[in-house]
Structures are given as structure tokens and as C-alpha cells.
């Protein structure tokens, strides 16, 4: 890399949703779902994450900081005090804002992708910076009362895992894997 070029990171999102959108009801998420916790597991695995402080507060504490990745939170409220954030959350990095959890995410490792994991509001601000999203699909309609953004015509499927129908999970709940992309804007 010529030493001058500005360094870059893949901003990649990552969630599961109903076919309504939902991703979330009471801070939780609606479903109990293991083998997608699997497939978060292996996409993100060795990748920073960044995440809103309610998604981080979402993971039971012996689950969280997520293993072997860096966590990056992001929250206006947990202090900057690095003595103090590092009390209230032990283990992750705590950002004042998106685009430093971004920065944070290409100073940890020097690693070439970083995954935005929620919630709402966090997917909302990736937006317009993310060029990939890995979407787990449910076929349901969940009540609940946080919802994944729309993915509009600047997004195209270029995976669907089966490529028909839906796998049924252990416990009877239908789902299938998605990958988007942005199209390439041709027209400049
Ligand atoms: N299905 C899925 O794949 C999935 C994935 C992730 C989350 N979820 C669900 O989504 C829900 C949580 O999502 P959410 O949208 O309510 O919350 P969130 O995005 O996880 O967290 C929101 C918080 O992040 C902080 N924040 C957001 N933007 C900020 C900014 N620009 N600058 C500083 N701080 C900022 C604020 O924290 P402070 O209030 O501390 O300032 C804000 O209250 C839960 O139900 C969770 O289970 C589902």
C-alpha cells in the first residue's frame, strides 16, 4: 500500500430480522434462534464490532465483551473516562460517536473489515458507509419494536443460502441466509 494512501476498512452490517423488519422487542431479540448465533459468530469472529450501547447492553454479562473480536460501543452517556468506561463496560471500547467507533475499529488490528452488529440506530448511520450486509431472514412476523433499515434499490442480493425455500431451525423456526451488496455507481 503506497504509505500515502489513506488506510481503509469494509464496513460490513450484519442482523437477523423478521419479515416485518423486526430485529428487537424489550431490548432482546424476539426469537431464540442458536444456529444463527453460530453464523454471527463465524462471520464476525477475529473482526472489530462496533455497536450501539443498548445492543451491548442486550448480551447477558457473561457474554459480553463478544470473544475474540474487539467491541466497540458507542454512547453518549457511558463515560469517557477511560478508567470509568472501562468499568461500565468491562472489556469494550467506548466511543462517543459512529465514526470513531470506525476509526477505533481500523486502529485494533489493522484488520481490513469491520462488522456494524446493531441496533437500529447504528444500522441507520452505517448505512451510507456499509458495502455489505449479511441478513438473516425469519419467516415470521414478530411483534417488536426495533426494526433493521430498508435496503433500497443501491442494494442487490448477491447470496441466498438455500438458494429456495428455507431451512428449519432445531426448534421449528423457518430462515434462510442473505447477502447484499451496494451496486457500483456508474455514473460518474
Ligand atoms: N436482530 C438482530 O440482529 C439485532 C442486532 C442488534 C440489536 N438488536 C436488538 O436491537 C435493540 C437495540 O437497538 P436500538 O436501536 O434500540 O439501540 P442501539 O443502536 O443498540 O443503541 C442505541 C444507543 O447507542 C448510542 N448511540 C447511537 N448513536 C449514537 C451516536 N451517534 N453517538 C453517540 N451514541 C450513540 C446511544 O447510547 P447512549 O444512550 O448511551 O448515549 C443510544 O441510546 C435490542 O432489542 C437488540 O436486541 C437486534
Redesign the pocket.
Known sequence: MNPDDEPTIRVGM????GLNGV???????PWHLPEDLRH?RELTVNHPVV??????E?FPEQFRPLPDRTNI??????TMDDEIATQQAPGAVV????QSGLNAALESDGLDQVWV???????E?ALDVATVVER?LINAEPE???Y?PELDESWQRTRVEPAEGWVRSREGLEYRYERWERVENNDD
Open positions: 450484519i442482523w437477523a430480522q430485529i428487537g422487542r424489550d431490548g432482546t431479540m454471527f455497536m450501539g450501547r443498548r445492543t451491548w442486550s460501543v458507542v454512547s453518549r452517556t457511558l466511543v462517543p460517536d459512529f452488529i446493531g441496533g437500529s440506530s447504528i444500522y448511520q438473516t417488536g419494536d426495533t433493521a
